[in-house]
C-alpha cells in the first residue's frame, strides 16, 4: 500500500477543492493519503516576510503605482532562487516525510507561477538527500505558463525525484470580484462538470504514477502540447492583461469604513501578512500583495475592495458553496420529476 501526502496554499479555495479530488481518487485506489495546507505547517506570515518573494506582476505595481512611500524590499524571482537556503525550522521534514512514497505540491497559478508563498515555502525546504517522488499540481484559468517547468526546476534543485504535473480549470473564481452578480448555481454545475474531468485526468496521471512504482514502461505526455497551442491567447491576454489592466484598474487597497465591524477576519486571512491597522484600527493595507483575493471574499460586511472595479462587486463564495448550490438544485429537479 503507497502512502502519499498533498501539500497545498489555496487563495479561493479552488486547489482545495482539486486536492480533495486527487486525495478521493488516491484512495479510492488504496492509498493513504493525508493532505496538509501549508499554512498549518508553518505560519506563512512569518516564513514570507522574512524573504518576501515577489511575482513581477507585483513588484510592477509597487514600482509603477506604490500604495506608500516605504516600498516595500520584495525579492524577485532570480534573486529568490539564487538565495535559496534551508530554513532551520524544516530540518525535520526529512525525516517526517521519509514515510511518504509519493508527495505532491498544489499551487494555483498566479502570473504564469505558482503562488508566491508556495515559492517560498519549497525555497525554504532542506535538500532532500534519500530519493522521495513528488509531484506538482495546479489550479488557472487556462493559462498556466511557465507553473509546472517552474515547479520542476525548484522540486528538482530540492533534491526530489520529479513524476510529473496534473492541472485543471475549474470556476473563474478570481474575476468573480470584478463581476456585478456571480450566479452560484450556473458557477456549482460547471464546477462539477469540471470536477468529473479533473478526476479524469488525476487517473491519468496515477495510472502512470504506477508504473514509476512498478518500474513498467508508460508514456506520460501531460498536456505540455495542448497548452502550449491553446494557452497562447490566454498568455497573451495575461501577459498584458496583468500588468497593464490588473495594475491600473485592480491592485490596490480600498475600505468603506462605515460598513466595517472590525473583526479583524482580513488581517488573519492575509498569508503574507500585509493587512496593518491605521490609527483608528480599520485595516490598511501600504503595499501590493500577491491578490489572493482572500480579505475581499471573506470580509462579512463587503466593507474591502482593491480599486473601483471591485467595488461594490461580486464576492466568490467558494467551492463548497458552489457544489450546494449545484446540488440543491438537482435534489429539488428529482424530487419535483418524480
Ligand atoms: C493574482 C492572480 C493571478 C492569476 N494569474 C493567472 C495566470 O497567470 N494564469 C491563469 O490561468 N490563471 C491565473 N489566475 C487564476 C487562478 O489561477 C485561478 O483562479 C485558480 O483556480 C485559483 O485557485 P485558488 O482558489 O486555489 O486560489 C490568477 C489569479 C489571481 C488571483
Ligand atoms: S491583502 Fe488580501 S489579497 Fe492581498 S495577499 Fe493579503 S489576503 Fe490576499
Ligand atoms: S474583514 Fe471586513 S469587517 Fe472585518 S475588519 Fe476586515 S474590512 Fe472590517
Redesign the pocket.
Known sequence: MHKALLL???????????TSLIQEEMENRGYICDCLNIEELIDLTVLWQKKPVALN?TINAERKRPLSNYPWPYQDLKTALQNAEENKLFSHLEQEWAEYDLIGF????????P?PVMIRFILDLPVFKKTLRVFSY????????D?EKFMEQVLRMKGFKYAGHIDQ???????AVMRGNFDNLKAGRLLVKKSQQARRKINIFLDYVQTLFSGMPYWYHGESLINLFF?LP??LI??YG?DLL?NHFLFGFGIHKEKCIQCMTCVAQCPQGLIELDKYDYPIRLYHC????RCLNWCPTDALYFSRVTNGKAR?PG?EVLIEAAMQDDLSYRLKNE
Not at 8 to 18: A, C, D, L, N
Not at 138 to 145: K, R
Not at 169 to 175: G, I
Open positions: 497545498y496554499f489555496s487563495g479561493t479555495g479552488i486547489t482545495r477543492h482539486f506582476y498544489g499551487s494555483p497559478v498566479y502570473g504564469f507561477r503562488a495546479a489550479t488557472h484559468d487556462g493559462a498556466q505558463g507553473f480549470t475549474f470556476v473563474y473564481s478570481a474575476s494557452g490566454y498568455r495575461y501577459s496583468i490588473l500577491m491578490y489572493c483575493l466568490f467551492p
